[in-house]
Nanobody
Framework: QLQASGGGLVQAGDSLRLSCATS????????TAWFRQAPGKQRELVAT??????NYADSVKGRFTISRENAKKTVYLQMNSLKPEDTAVYYC????????????WGQGTQVTVSS
């Protein structure tokens, strides 16, 4: 089970930190990720992390940072210099190491960035 939190309404240039608490997973053996979906658009992979290796969508490189605390079984997304185009519902997800699809999803948290 994944539980995302931390979304909200902010102004352009502000920061937010999203959190995703997990339970029921052998957390250290899962790749975790953040996705987002804006109205009328397809879901987009924002960032992934496993064993310290991170990957980011080009649109967020240099502004967003994904991290995780294995002891707390929690993954974070620090979002800085937010832009109106970052407005979306953000979802955390997890997949077992080596799996092709993300099988575990959080409920989503809304991030709205005003100009």
């Amino acid at each position: 089970q994944l539980q995302a939190s931390g979304g909200g309404l902010v102004q352009a240039g502000d920061s937010l930190r999203l959190s995703c608490a997990t339970s029921g997973l052998t957390f250290s053996r899962y790749t975790t990720a953040w996705f987002r979906q804006a109205p009328g658009k397809q879901r987009e992979l924002v960032a992934t992390i496993y064993a310290g290796t991170t990957n980011y969508a080009d649109s967020v490189k240099g502004r967003f940072t994904i991290s995780r605390e294995n002891a707390k079984k929690t993954v974070y997304l620090q979002m800085n210099s937010l832009k109106p185009e970052d407005t979306a519902v953000y979802y955390c997800a997890a997949k077992f190491l080596g799996a092709g699809e993300y099988a575990h999803w959080g409920q989503g948290t809304q991030v709205t960035v005003s100009s």
